[in-house]
């Protein structure tokens, strides 16, 4: 049983590796050549045309385990989902789903074949409900979002009010340097051009008396042709400067009122870099988030808006498929009903009153009915919930006569029991045995017993042994003889040692079993 488990995507465990090993592998071959079983499976494997696959999984002492198909990975959650189109394993545990009330609607929809139509209605819930989550959400937190709106306004407002440039900063502070030195940048220029141009012995003059005597030079030498040129060059630049500073110093004036201009809007630029940058990129995107925030803000009373026209459309359309799935369930109840107790008959519960009861409550994931199964087992006594008045081994047959009603529609291959004879014995045991006969007519059964009564029933019987080899403990199954068969029976009926009377008693139960599948 843990090795099927973990096959169909059960929680696996480094405990359950040997001592001394690094890994442990499962592996099972399920053959799908059953085109009902092709046609589940179809929506998983859309292209596999082989008759079997194998699924392994692989559990590791160190590291996460790994889970394979025919040896392509494969997720857990993967084997979860294609494991229901492939086997219903009932254990102890589903015996106490079946007493939890919460779950009865489960059954009566699997029955009913409405399961499609609760998954609808289900999709409509989960959406009402997550809307109508965010929507109380957003009122919350509309006072606090409008607090902080507030805020971003303030600050947007703030650097709106100074309309900050990209690179704003560095050319204010070249025009402040410029202005606060203006007096020291006109008399500077008008010094350097005196001294270039228009002085007595400016350098052009002095210049233009070198330059003659170069001329003189190059006449009588023609090697000075090249320094006459760069002198001629000289000359000319000198001159392009002298002319250029003589512009500039007329071009330079004093302006306080601009100069206070540049130094408020210099003061008010450092006061939002120091408040939002320190950059002036910074600055700039600081702004453009806030626009952002404050245009999102502003979207809250028109999300409120939407969500609150939206609510009530979804809540009628929700209704309206609660009402349709209740309604469909309360037809269906009644065959679920009949059958059930049919079952119930067959299983020993001659009296048996099985009655689905319908309570209309505030819509939930499963719908607008709560649903419960009440159950009476002797006659004259009024069905109460199932949870009070039934014994183990009455769950026990109850939950066969589920599986049985529900397998009639079902195409899942195989069903495994483990420990369904859990609080029967004798001629109830006898008749759980012929139920899961009856079951294997349509579906492969695996049964777990420690009954001869149920025993006696299978077609095939294995054995679990357990040996010791060296420091080890092995595990094994066996596929028993028709004669090791009835010595199984007899070691179930009489404990490990086989005695005459217990082996006729076996072959007895094996003789009765068949007589009554025959019948």
Do not use: C
């Amino acid at each position: 049983m843990d090795a099927i488990s973990l096959l169909i995507g059960e929680r696996g465990s480094p405990d359950l590796i040997r001592h001394g090993e690094s890994k442990s592998i499962v592996e099972a071959e399920f053959d799908i050549s059953n085109q009902d079983i092709q046609d589940d499976l179809n929506p998983f494997f859309a292209s596999h045309e082989a008759e079997t696959f194998i699924i392994r999984r692989e559990l590791q002492q160190k590291g996460s385990g790994r889970a394979f198909i025919n040896d392509t990975p494969a997720n857990i959650s993967f084997l979860k989902e294609i494991s229901v189109e492939l086997l219903d394993l009932h254990g102890q545990h589903e015996h106490q789903s079946l007493l939890n009330s919460a779950l009865h609607w489960y059954y009566l929809d699997r029955y009913a074949g409405l399961e499609g139509e609760r998954v609808a209605y289900t999709i409509l819930f989960d959406n009402y409900q997550r809307l109508k989550k965010e929507l109380e959400e957003i009122l919350r937190d509309k006072e606090t979002a409008q607090r902080q709106r507030d805020l971003y306004e303030f600050q947007l407002n703030e650097i709106s009010a100074v309309n900050p440039k990209f690179a704003e900063d560095e050319e204010l502070e070249s025009e402040l340097s410029i202005l606060e030195h203006s007096e020291e940048l006109r008399n500077l220029s008008a010094e350097l051009y005196e001294m270039l141009y228009q002085a007595e012995e400016s350098i052009h003059q002095r210049l233009a008396l070198a330059k003659a005597m170069l001329d003189r030079l190059h006449k009588i030498d023609a090697h000075f042709q090249d320094q006459v040129q760069e002198f001629q060059s000289a000359i000319a630049t000198i001159d392009e400067l002298s002319h250029s500073l003589s512009r500039y110093q007329r071009q330079v004036e004093f302006q306080p009122e601009r100069l206070e201009e540049l130094r408020s809007r210099h003061v008010a630029i450092s006061r939002l870099k120091k408040k939002y940058g320190p950059s002036m990129t910074q600055l700039i995107k600081t702004y453009l988030n806030l626009q952002q925030q404050v245009t999102s803000e502003s979207d809250i009373e028109e999300k409120i808006e939407k969500i609150r026209k939206e609510l009530p459309a979804l809540y009628e359309k929700m209704i309206t498929l609660a009402k349709n799935l209740s309604e469909a369930r309360k037809k269906a109840a009644k065959k679920f009903e009949k059958s059930i107790i049919e079952e119930l008959s067959e299983l020993g519960i001659e009296h048996g009153i099985f009655r689905v009861d319908f309570k209309e409550e505030e819509l939930t994931r499963g719908g607008m009915d709560k649903i419960e199964f009440y159950l009476s087992t002797n006659k004259g006594e009024l069905p109460k919930p199932l949870a009070k008045v039934a014994s183990g081994g009455e769950v026990s047959r109850i939950m066969l006569a589920l599986k049985t009603v529900l397998s009639a529609g079902d195409s899942i291959p195989l069903m495994i029991f483990d420990e369904i004879d859990s609080g029967i014995s004798g001629r109830i045991a006898q008749q759980v045995g012929k139920a899961m006969k009856v079951l294997s007519g349509k579906h492969q059964i695996i049964a777990i017993t420690h009954l001869g009564q149920i025993a006696a029933f299978a077609d095939t019987h294995y054995v679990v042994e357990k040996s010791t080899k060296g420091e080890f403990t092995t595990s094994a199954l066996r596929k028993l003889s028709k004669k090791e068969h009835e010595e199984e029976i007899a070691k179930l009926l009489s404990g490990s040692i086989v005695t005459d009377h217990s082996l006729r008693a076996a072959r007895s139960l094996v003789q009765e079993a068949n007589s009554l599948v025959a019948a």
